[in-house]
């Protein structure tokens, strides 16, 4: 007897975890990383009450079928049949090409949809970071696999397309130079290292040896190319003259780089965003405009490493402009401003609001300090979102970088000397002129209304996210708050995550259901405020080394950075604040070894 008019199906969310823990526990079924790929998990309902699961775990093109349980009292009643059946259709839809699993107690079963067995040896390395695979499953499970859609063989006659010819963007061209793949690059700006340029006089914290790729460096050794001492702090335009500017000339880089070129839409040669069959093997169609002209590419895989400095977040706390902030757009300042050269003008003897709780905001009012000290009626405030500022004064002398430590501690110092207004906890409503100056209004963390007055120009230093636009037509899995790649928003959430520390990651993670296109570097990680440069050049190491077709060179993911220095704090503090990036100077992720799941004696079926 069937019972599958009576059973509906639908994804799992957070809050179903209880009932599909419950659910492997009453089937003997091992729980071990299971609730963090509860989003792929289908559930059966039957009357309200989830009544069975299956789920799966993707890395890339292959997935781990796992989980598969019915109620007891209800099974051999079709609605394990169901809900292999949906997975396996939704398994091809996303185009995975090879489904595997392991079971102790139902092979037979799982080879009824053709599944075949093998040896547990020559698994993908991707699965082996799976907890079944660490030893969740006990040594007696049976291996099987499921061949999706055959492998096609890559094509070689189209270049790989990267999208900004940023440090990252240029390491990931490196990278392809490297393995005799030919790079398109296409950079929006008039020259390479446009967003660097733009805070060009502003010293990073992180010293040369983080900055430079090592396969740029390889190339550029022999051409009378001079490497940095690599425990000197850079300026950002000094990375752009010293490495950057002269990578790009070799006559392997330049042929390949196309200036004032941006791109304005990416899709697929004669598929649009719905049409999947023979979709992986279409090449990629990039639209730009150069000059103003419209311009057409074609690809064989895409890197978008086109960074977010481009699209500042807005003053409005609630993520959109506040009311009357373009109309007075000509006083506000997005990024950090060149207080001390090229914008002195601007901010001498007059009063500037600050808004921002990360390291481009500390630069900006740092500098203006020292303008205030030589330019009379130079005033300035701050203004944070989040009440608490542990995470904004840094580690001090516990963070592995000393020069970011010192920035957090000479900013606490500023805040604690009286030289500034500082109002904590503002979430700003709108922006007004009152005659000659402007008037910001907004709400403190307890809903009571802020009025700051006498304010003649504003420093917006929220923070970066995204342009999506150019992207529309593409399949992608974003995380839904964001905007980074999904499989990186659990890793990189600062609501969730303290101590800014990420796991090594690599080509699965910034992989995306539309095969062939990845996303690296800042924009990777969407809103978060957390990256590091050294971070954007092993993913495109590891990149790169999956589009050639090199997996166990792309696995090897390998990545020790700096701590912060600041560890221990609230879930409540670590979302607060419009923490702002600083090009390369920002708060830094560290790298931690993936943890192995403890071994259980259950079966997987």
Known sequence: ?????????????????????????????????????????????????????????????????????????????GIGQLLVERLLLEASRRQIRRLYLLTVTAPEYFARYGFKRGKIAEAPEALKASAELQGA??????????????????????????????????????RLIER??????????DSVGTSLRDYGHVRLFSPWRYNVDPAMAAQLDGTGWTAPNPDELPLAGEIVERVLQPYAALPAVHRALHLNTKVTAISREGFDKVKTTG?????????????????????????????????????????????????????????IPDVLGRDRARYAGRRTLVVGAGHSAANALLALAELAE???????????????????????????????????????????????????????????????????????????????????QIVCATGQR????????????????????????????????????????????????????????????????TFLMATGFEQARSV???????LAAAERVELELPETGVCGLGVADAGKGGTACCGNGEPVPVAVPAQKAPAAARCCG
């Open 279 to 335: 979709r992986e093997s279409a090449p990629f169609v990039i639209r730009a405009e150069r000059n103003g002209q419209p311009v057409e590419f074609r690809a064989r895989a895409v890197i978008d490493a086109s960074g977010t400095w481009s699209t500042p977040n807005p003053l409005g706390a609630n993520g959109l402009p506040a009311i009357g902030e373009r109309e007075n757009a000509s006083a506000i300042f997005y990024g």
């Open 544 to 550: 790169v080394a999956a589009i050639a077709g090199d």
């Open 466 to 529: 995204p342009d999506l636009a150019m992207v529309g037509e593409l399949r992608l899995k974003l995380d839904p708050w964001l905007e980074s790649t999904e499989a990186l928003g659990p890793l990189i959430d600062p609501n969730l995550h303290s101590c800014g520390t990420v796991r090594p990651h690599g080509h699965h993670e910034l992989a995306h259901p539309e095969p062939g296109f990845y996303t690296l570097g800042v924009k990777s990680y969407g809103r978060a405020p």
């Open 1 to 77: 007897m069937l019972l599958n008019r009576n059973v509906s199906l639908r994804q799992a969310g957070a809050a179903d975890w209880p009932a599909v823990e419950a659910l492997l526990l009453a089937n003997k079924l091992p729980t071990e990383g299971a609730r963090q790929h509860l989003p792929t998990y289908l559930l059966a309902v039957s009357n309200g009450e989830v009544v069975g699961c299956a789920g799966a775990e993707v890395y890339g093109d292959i997935a781990l079928l796992r989980s598969v349980a019915v109620a007891p009292g209800l099974q051999r009643r």
């Open 180 to 189: 005799g793949i030919e790079p398109l690059l296409l950079e929006a700006g």
């Open 374 to 456: 030589a330019a009379p009626g130079t005033r300035l405030a701050w203004a944070v979102r989040s009440p608490v500022l542990t995470r904004v004064f840094g580690g001090g002398d516990a963070d592995a970088l000393p020069a970011r430590g010192q920035l957090g501690s000479a900013l606490k110092s500023l805040r604690d000397s009286g030289r500034m207004a500082f109002v904590s906890g503002l979430r700003i409503a709108e922006v007004a002129r009152t005659g000659a100056t402007l008037t910001v209004r907004g709400l403190d963390t307890e809903g009571q209304p802020v009025v700051l007055e006498g304010i003649d």
């Open 137 to 174: 499953c006990p040594a007696c499970a049976v291996f099987m696999s499921l061949t999706l859609a055959e492998t096609k063989a890559p094509r070689t006659d189209l270049p790989v397309a990267v999208i900004g010819a940023g440090p990252v963007g240029l390491a990931a061209v490196a």
